[in-house]
């Protein structure tokens, strides 16, 4: 579709000229992310927290997770959209069912994995279930969460694309004008600041990641220490 005319120059003139209108769609795409990933947070670290307790539950939940995850993007919010109309509270929606699936499961996975030494130690001073869970296993296991939540970013922000198909918003509005009206500099300036925008997320939470990992190596390292014997006399 791109005419060979076209230059970056182009581009950026038509960035420059309509710069209000894209930051808006911006904020918009971002915003939309925020509070379909926020939403799955909210509900899928608890799920997660569930499943560690409950191989019932976690047999069910993931199954249910699983399925949400593997239907495509467009037919879901279709589905969603017979049920809950054209708007931004079906493309939330939809958002927040397609970052279930990681952050339930990497909740589920890094609360299996903590090291029994640590509960042991935990279970030894006394500590509540609770204690446990908030001052141990969760600690423990955050970049495993991190990691869901940062699988949960990226695969919004793409799903987010198509959201003007159900009365969304966003740089997809953008990029579907730009098909509609055969423009490749409106796909371009929609398309590439949502590529933009993932790797941003990804940048930015893998870096978050790797920030909790550091931290918790240097505890294990500090906790690995052998205290240091009273000098006698």
């Known amino acids: 579709m791109a005419g060979p005319h076209l230059t970056i120059g182009d581009f950026f003139s038509y960035v420059s000229r309509n710069r209000a209108m ?13 509070l379909g990933v926020g939403l799955a947070i909210i509900i899928g670290v608890p ?7 409950s191989k ?3 047999k069910i939940i993931m199954a249910i997770t699983n399925v949400l995850q593997v239907i495509p993007s467009l037919a879901m919010l279709v589905l969603l959209m017979m049920w809950l ?7 939330t929606f939809g958002l927040f069912l397609y970052s279930l699936n990681p952050v339930v499961r990497n909740t589920y ?7 029994s030494s640590y509960v042991e130690a935990g279970r030894g ?17 955050l970049p495993y969460i991190l990691s869901g939540i940062r699988i949960a970013a990226v695969i919004a922000v793409g799903v987010a694309a198509i959201a003007p198909l159900i009365g969304g918003s966003g740089l997809g509005r953008e990029i579907y004008a730009g098909i509609n009206n055969q423009n490749p500099l409106r796909i371009y300036a929609g398309a ?16 978050l990641q790797r920030k909790v990992n550091m931290e918790r190596r240097k505890s294990r390292k500090s906790d690995a220490v052998p205290p240091v014997p009273k ?3």
């Open 109 to 115: 996975v890094g609360l299996t994995q903590v090291n």
């Open 192 to 207: 590439i600041p949502a590529a933009v925008l993932a790797i941003a997320a990804d940048i930015v939470l893998g870096a």
């Open 47 to 53: 799920l997660g927290i569930w499943c560690s307790r």
């Open 22 to 34: 894209l930051w808006e769609y911006l904020f918009q795409h971002i915003m939309m992310v925020l």
């Open 85 to 91: 109309g054209l708007g931004m509270m079906t493309v």
């Open 125 to 141: 001073v006394g500590m509540s279930r609770m204690q446990m869970l908030l001052q141990v296993r969760l600690p423990l296991s």
């Open 231 to 233: 000098t006698q006399g």
């Open 56 to 58: 019932g539950a976690a």
